[in-house]
């Protein structure tokens, strides 16, 4: 009877062992499912097609975490709050267009660049804004607390009157269309896609590059995540080796990506 009970604690304790370890990566094979966090509305990185998510971005975190031998679960949150819900730890990590900047590094921990981007002007065909200077004496529409934000602020002023801030981007676009404001600030991506899916808006994308510097997009963690940045980074390198970067960008951009300057800013932040 004494051999039967520790028999049955045994396989109780092997049981309670196996169901431990069904969302974690290990040696039989099993993935560790990651929260990830995204701003669905920024087309075509990451928006909402019905009730699912979709986008450049979100194809190719999901070619990285096949690569890197997770699983996702990736959820709609909104700008503001992937920064708070990190800070919490709440999440395992974001993807969302984020720019690295030395300010963000400081608090937060990014992958290896996986975007070259610069903010450029969406404007009317018929306006006469051909730089980042023309802006001053124009209302501008941006996205709140994004670079394109913080770009325009550095033209015109710290909460200059003339800069309307949004939610999110497609807010800041609508602004535009009905006339509120003269121009849209935001990543050269997001603008130009618009543009070219809606003609009947007559809109025009004019870049600056003495104002706007070019910038890269990198998934972000909470620091301490180092090893999941590392398995990160090797999948990123090896995404791009493959073939399947270039595939998934010809597929949402139409064109082929500057892997020779994404490659040289990977080196140089290693």
Not at 23 to 41: H, I, P, Q
Not at 132 to 155: I, P, R
Request: proline fraction near 3%; charged fraction near 30%; charge should be negative.
């Amino acid at each position: 009877m004494k051999k039967l009970a520790i028999f049955s604690v045994l396989f109780v304790l092997l049981f309670l062992a196996a169901c431990g370890t069904s969302d974690t990566s290990g040696s039989d094979g099993e993935k560790k499912t990651l929260k990830v966090m995204t701003d669905a509305a920024y087309p075509p990185f990451e928006f909402m097609e019905g009730d699912k998510i979709v986008g450049f971005e979100i194809d190719l975190i999901h070619a990285v975490a096949e690569e890197a031998g997770y699983e996702l679960d990736i959820n709609h949150t909104g700008w503001e709050p992937i920064f708070i819900e990190l800070d919490k730890g709440s999440y395992d990590m974001a993807v969302s267009s984020i720019s690295i900047t030395e300010d963000r590094k400081s608090k937060y921990l990014f992958t290896l660049p996986i975007f070259l981007s610069t903010n450029k002007i969406m404007i009317p065909e018929d306006s006469d804004i051909q730089t980042a200077q023309d802006l001053k004496g124009k209302v501008v529409a941006v996205q709140a607390s994004t670079t394109g934000h913080f770009a325009v602020e550095k033209v015109l002023g710290e909460k200059h009157p003339d800069i309307k801030a949004f939610e999110n981007n497609n807010l800041a676009i609508l602004e535009l269309d009905s006339g509120g404001a003269d121009a849209v600030v935001a990543d050269n991506g997001v603008i130009e896609y618009y543009a070219a899916q809606n003609p009947n808006k007559k809109l025009k994308v004019v870049g600056d590059k003495d104002t706007f510097e070019a910038e890269f997009y990198g998934m972000m963690f909470p620091k301490g995540s180092d090893d999941l940045k590392a398995d990160f980074d090797k999948a990123i390198e090896a995404v791009i080796e493959s073939g399947k970067y270039t595939e998934i960008y010809k597929e949402w951009f139409g064109a082929e990506p500057d892997l020779e300057a994404l490659k040289a800013e990977q080196e140089a932040s290693k």
